[in-house]
């Protein structure tokens, strides 16, 4: 994953101090900084090396010079859809994913975005015509930005970026692609519309095929994400979520570490200690005291999340201090479980409405987590150099989650009921049994960061 600046329209060059200040915004979110310039357009890469360490270069360039990638994210089915654009005649430059992309694009148009399972944003430049292509993956996993200034198209990973540069800054929104220049905004539509996800599909009436479907589409989503030459870490509060996601990647990738952060004698800790330990997987935890938290870190928090929220503030002081220890241990990687609460009904929220007030809170919940955990969860990891995937957040799991009915997600007593129920034979009673609780209680933060 990385950050992407790009500055383009008439006379661009001139404008090199604005772009310099654009990539220097940007420069926490890799380890290298890639760029080109021409007279229309200066285009640059914050580079975290991933897939293809040594030849996935940015900007990625078509072989014919005319288009120029500047890409964040990852898209995991990558091989599979090298081999599709192989039989088509696309030959290969490199081994990764970010010349898949390109070349997907020259393919298949917009529909190639249909074909990718992954967290992504990206935009590629016609150096002909100084058109910029934009899109976003479905849940809004990967941030894009946009803004015009004196007659140029200005896009970023991040409003950091963006803002100094006196500009009003606009989103990408998830599940959008369009093509913007340098004369006019950006015609974006919804390749994927949140807000109706799974309309007209058949709800899964029968529990056990419900749990036969989830079981096979996260497992798959989760070999998805660790299929890597990496070490794989897993983000673990021992919580339900986190710790689906620790087995299976132990279980499908064993080069694996789990992190996990807390106040001495938290919840948190205390059930991560345990379920690690009865794993037998390595545990690096970052033990943080009161004092170890005040002003400074709180407006560390607030510079890198870019939020401003009460609780999203509190969630990313904590984030930051999980993605130092991984930075500082040599992960690039990790695992998270995010967005579960929001697939499967982990609010209390969800008690007690019907069935068609309940959907229309799932994809409400669903629709913001781009600027909410989301916007976390990028910020503060690829703030410190990690790329943290989402296996709650695939395209399959968001579409399959709209065809369980709530009396499957809330039930017994229990949120996520579905979950628990079909990972039944390898989760541990105790982390079965643990309700949701959020993530700056039960680290221990709350009181203090407040």
Not at 244 to 261: F, K, N, R, S
Not at 349 to 364: K, N, P, S, V
Request: hydrophobic share 40%; glycine share 6%; net charge negative.
């Amino acid at each position: 994953m990385c950050g992407v600046a790009l500055l383009v329209g008439p006379h661009a060059a001139s404008h090199r101090r604005a772009f310099d200040a654009m990539m220097d915004a940007i420069e926490d979110r890799g380890e290298s900084q890639e760029i080109d310039i021409s007279d229309t357009a200066l285009i640059g890469t914050a580079r975290l090396k991933i897939v293809d360490r040594d030849n996935a270069i940015q900007p990625w360039m078509s072989r014919d010079g005319r288009w120029a990638l500047c890409y964040n994210g990852e898209v995991f089915n990558h091989k599979a859809l090298r081999t599709q654009l192989q039989s088509l005649g696309h030959e290969q430059r490199s081994a990764s994913d970010t010349e898949v992309v390109l070349e997907s694009y020259l393919a298949w148009g917009e529909d190639a975005l249909l074909k990718f399972r992954g967290e992504f944003a990206f935009a590629i430049v016609d150096r002909l015509t100084d058109r910029v292509f934009l899109a976003r993956d479905p849940a809004g996993v990967k941030p894009l930005y946009w803004a015009r200034r004196d007659g140029h198209l200005l896009i970023a990973s991040e409003v950091k970026a963006l803002a100094p540069l006196h500009v009003q800054v606009f989103e990408v929104p998830p599940g959008y692609c369009g093509w913007a220049s340098p004369d006019a905004d950006p015609m974006l539509e919804p390749y994927i519309d949140l807000l109706r996800l799974g309309e007209g599909e058949p709800m899964i009436t029968d529990v056990d095929e419900a749990k036969r479907v989830l079981r096979e589409t996260y497992r798959e989503s989760v070999a998805l994400r660790v299929d890597t030459d990496l070490t794989v870490g897993v983000i673990l509060s021992g919580g339900l979520d986190s710790s689906l996601a620790l087995i299976h990647v132990q279980e499908m990738h064993p080069d694996c570490v789990a992190y996990t952060v807390g106040m001495p004698g938290s919840p948190d800790l205390e059930y991560a200690k345990r379920l690690t330990n009865d794993l037998g997987i390595p545990h690096e935890v970052v033990e943080v005291k009161p004092s170890d938290i005040g002003v400074a870190e709180v407006r560390e928090a607030v510079r890198v999340s870019e939020a401003t929220e009460y609780g999203d503030v509190i969630n990313s002081v904590v984030s930051l201090k999980v993605f130092e220890r991984v930075r500082d241990t040599g992960v690039k990687v990790v695992l998270a479980g995010d967005g579960s609460d929001e697939l499967f009904g982990g609010y209390d929220m969800y008690q007690d409405i019907d069935a068609a007030m309940a959907r229309e809170l799932f994809l409400h919940k669903i629709r913001h987590l781009s600027s909410t955990e989301l916007q976390r969860v990028d910020r503060t990891s690829m703030g410190r150099q990690v790329e943290t995937r989402v296996p709650y957040l695939d395209i399959e799991m968001l579409l399959l989650a709209m065809r369980i009915p709530l009396e499957f997600k809330v039930r017994d007593g229990y949120e996520k009921w579905i979950l628990r129920q079909t990972f039944d034979d390898v989760l541990p009673d105790y982390i079965k049994a643990r309700h949701k609780n959020p993530m700056s209680r039960s680290s221990g933060f709350h009181e203090r960061v407040r």
